[in-house]
Nanobody
Framework: QVQLVESGGGLVQAGGSLRLSCAASGRTFKSYAMGWFRQAPGKEREFVATITWSGEITYYADSVKGRFTISRDNAKNTVYLQMNSLKPEDTAVYYC????????????????????WGQGTQVTVSS
């Protein structure tokens, strides 16, 4: 089992940048595929980015491709989401998610593909 704690959210102007972090407990972090999702008020939770256990494969939603970068440091049990060129429509609560997937290269973009979730961190982009 793994526990996830997000940090790094805040208020930023359009065009600015933020880096979200997700710290995971447990010694088997490197066995988990990690993902970032977001949920805006009145909307469903949507996929943002995912990374395989090794960090070899990443995948992004079209809406963030070229602007956001997901990465991980298995030695620090942490996954990151670097967000550049932020837009007001990026405003949402951002959630970190994990799923035990120690081998393979399958990427999952749906919330029900992840067993563990953090509490979320608010990102607000002003115009």
């Amino acid at each position: 089992q793994v526990q996830l704690v997000e940090s790094g959210g805040g208020l930023v102007q359009a065009g600015g940048s933020l880096r979200l972090s997700c710290a995971a407990s447990g010694r088997t972090f490197k066995s988990y595929a990690m993902g970032w999702f977001r949920q805006a008020p009145g909307k469903e939770r949507e996929f943002v980015a995912t990374i395989t256990w090794s960090g070899e494969i990443t995948y992004y939603a079209d809406s963030v491709k070229g602007r956001f970068t997901i990465s991980r440091d298995n030695a620090k049990n942490t996954v990151y989401l670097q967000m550049n060129s932020l837009k007001p429509e990026d405003t949402a609560v951002y959630y970190c998610a994990a799923d035990y997937r120690p081998i393979g290269t399958v990427v999952t973009t749906t919330p029900n593909g992840y067993a563990y979730w953090g509490q979320g961190t608010q990102v607000t982009v002003s115009s």
